[in-house]
């Protein structure tokens, strides 16, 4: 039996990674279609997603324009 104790980077962590990128966009994505700072917001979020992504629900502007 492998008694490896390693600080690898596997499945999970890549896994973990393309959700966060996919909810950061997203974020940027509706943060730019309200007129916000979609790039600062989007970072925000992909560094720090179970934070920021509270955050930006609760204080998100009405969207721009009429379509939403």
């Not at 279609?33 to 955050?55: D, E, K, Y």
């Amino acid at each position: 039996m492998d008694n490896y104790v390693g600080g690898g980077f596997g499945l999970p962590q890549i896994i973990g990674l393309i959700i966060a990128a996919a909810i950061a966009f997203w974020v940027y994505k509706d943060a730019e279609s309200r007129g916000m700072n979609g790039i600062g917001w989007g970072i925000f979020t992909f560094l720090l997603c179970i934070i920021a992504l509270p955050v930006y629900l609760l204080t998100r502007k009405p969207k721009v324009g009429g379509n939403g």
